[in-house]
């Protein structure tokens, strides 16, 4: 058979898998085209001629008045990016901590221990009794503590990584360093954390994600403007124009451009993930790979 | 004596157990404490009383649940959307994971990849933003196309069936890169010897893929769908909220339980009530996921979950 003909079979399996998977691929991308094309059109071609593809008058007055009054915007960011940073160090260090601690083999009540754990993700007291303890017992409303707790710990996570701790890590590597004298903590954070800082770094990412799109915590737990994260903040400017007039200290609600005002915040909004995202996008391959390899 | 083993025990792990510590509390107060406080459901919550203080008012919270038809309504609804979902989001799965692993030209199956998997990492409320743009009957670009094309603007808004469309175009939309993932690594770990004995003995990419890929996912597939299932009544809170949020015209079709608890909780403030419905969702919960654990466990007993 000469290597140049293709077998048809061959051919239009190629062919589908092509038309299908660009069909799919643009209908995924396209809601972010017209967000970022029609956050650079102006109000009135918006008001006349809708959204498009292609912007009739383009503007960048959205983008003026955002930055001409960014404080507000700003501290959202800034909430934003503290919970994201701290919340996720945290939440790691802790995590893996945890997770080292049920991955040894010598400590015998290390899958009662486990099962205690993920008992909650079979049986929970629900929405109600925890927004409760959170307000009521916990005193946790309008706090930056419950931005930070409220996501802090997956379940789920915590077991990828003991599993992966147990395969990665030698026992006798444990072992040796016990015998040379050092204790367990001191195992986990010279020897364990950096052998399995790839699988970190997955997990890491996974989290930092949860922390920055979420916006559930603040609307049950947080009033206060000052404590309101970014993803809360671009769904009460989403919702309600008083508030969008509010973030860019605008009073005049009335000729505010609140359509092109909305598309610039949600840009302004995703900017950093969409930007991140081709440098993590693999470690979060990685990541879901590891935790459908179940040990 | 085996008092003493625990002690002993304790003391001789103490660093390890230590290490547990601050893990262990955190679940006692986030996930334990909140347990505790299903007895709320039998009663009449105030803040002034507290959890404990509040008075009694039996099976009141329940009655009001069951007998207003809300429970059969907000169930049925948890429970069709979660599995047009999950049936929906297995076959485009499944079909995107097969096509990239049989497409040659690599840039291509990248940034298709990497567009498909985009909408995981942005929140329901960007996700939202984007349907009000593309949907909303004023300025919405479907609408524009349609006034262009002669027809009349449709308001999706105000017209509860639309939504058996829009919903799980939304969530295979927001999904389908997670689960590609998924199951490509499934596929990539299929032995590769498999294929060069089929194409010796002259077999067709199509026979390929149906006599051998889909055969070899088979054990991915099913244990997914179970764990899916599993989670049948835990609606997808996040979506159904931002999408359609507190529209009181598409509520009765798009009502599940996690809205109705939401808006109960934070809406009627109807502590009681939203208990009440909880509870009983987490009830029904654990028995599907025991069910479903037992049917992982006789099929593929490497994935069972406990």
């Known amino acids: 058979m000469p290597s140049s003909r293709i077998a048809p079979d061959k051919l239009l399996l190629t062919l589908i898998a092509y038309v299908v998977l660009g069909c799919i691929a643009f209908i995924t991308v396209f809601p972010f085209l017209v967000l970022v094309i029609n956050s650079f059109a102006s109000e009135h071609a918006i008001i006349n001629y809708g959204y498009s593809i292609v912007p009739r008058e383009l503007s960048v007055s959205a983008y003026e008045l955002v930055f001409l009054n960014p404080q507000k915007i700003l501290q959202a960011y800034g909430v934003t990016v503290f919970i994201t940073c701290f919340g996720t160090a945290a939440s790691l260090f802790l995590s893996s901590m945890a997770a080292y601690s049920l991955s040894r083999r010598d400590l015998r009540y290390r899958n009662k221990l486990a099962f205690f754990i993920y008992f909650t993700t079979l049986f929970n007291g629900g929405l109600a009794p925890t927004y409760i303890v959170i307000t009521s017992v916990l005193h946790l409303k309008n706090t930056l503590a419950v931005l930070v707790l409220g996501p802090m710990f997956s379940v789920f996570y915590i077991l990828i990584l003991r599993n992966f701790f147990m395969h990665s890590i030698p026992g006798s590597l444990s072992e040796a360093a016990k015998i040379d004298g050092a204790g367990d903590f001191t195992i986990f954070l010279r020897i364990v954390l950096p052998l399995t800082a790839p699988a970190l770094a997955s997990i890491g990412l996974f989290t930092a994600l949860a922390y920055w799109n979420d916006w559930w915590t603040a609307m049950l737990y947080v009033e206060r403007q000052s404590l309101m994260p970014l993803q809360y903040v671009l769904y009460k400017i989403l919702s309600s124009v008083t508030m969008a007039a509010n973030i860019v200290n605008n009073v005049a609600t009335l000729n505010l451009p609140k359509e092109s005002l909305k598309l610039a915040m949600t840009v302004i909004s995703i900017g950093p993930i969409v930007l991140a995202y081709p440098f993590v996008q693999r470690f979060f391959i990685k990541g879901i790979t590891l935790g459908s390899v179940k040990g | ?306």
């Open chain 2, 1 to 306: 004596m085996r008092r003493q083993g625990l002690i002993r025990e304790l003391g001789k792990n103490r660093t390890l157990y230590l290490m547990f510590v601050p893990v262990c509390l955190y679940f006692v107060l986030f996930s334990y404490l909140p347990i505790g406080g299903i007895v709320l459901a039998f009663k009449e919550f105030n803040y002034r009383d507290g959890i404990l203080g509040s008075p009694w008012n039996h099976f009141k919270n329940f009655e009001f649940f069951f007998k207003s038809g809300k429970a059969w309504s907000v169930t049925t609804n948890t429970f069709l959307y979660n599995l047009m979902f999950l049936a929906l989001y297995t076959f485009f799965s499944v079909l995107t994971a097969i096509l990239i692993s049989e497409m040659k030209g690599k840039r291509f199956k990248k940034t298709a990849q990497s567009f498909m998997f985009l909408p995981y990492f942005i929140s329901w409320v960007v996700a939202a933003s984007f349907l009000y743009n593309l949907a909303n009957y004023e300025y919405g670009m479907i609408n524009r196309l349609l006034l262009w094309l002669g027809q009349k603007p449709i308001n999706v808004y105000a017209t509860p069936r639309y939504w058996y469309f829009i919903l799980p175009f939304a969530y295979i939309w927001k999904w389908i890169g997670f689960g590609t993932v998924l199951y490509l690594a499934a596929i990539v770990g299929i032995d590769q010897e498999c294929f060069e004995a089929a194409t010796i003995d002259g077999a067709n990419e199509f026979q390929k893929v149906f006599r051998i890929t889909l055969p070899m996912l088979r054990p991915t597939m099913a244990v997914l769908v179970l764990l899916g299932l599993g989670r049948i009544l835990r609606g997808e809170f996040d979506m159904f909220y931002q999408l359609i949020g507190n529209n009181g015209i598409l509520i009765e079709k798009t009502d599940i339980i996690d809205t109705l608890v939401f808006r109960s909780l934070l809406g009627t403030q109807d502590f009681g009530m939203a208990t009440a419905a909880g509870f009983y969702q987490s009830v029904l919960c654990f028995a599907i996921i025991m069910i479903v654990n037992r049917v992982v466990k006789a099929l593929e007993s490497d994935y069972a979950l406990f």
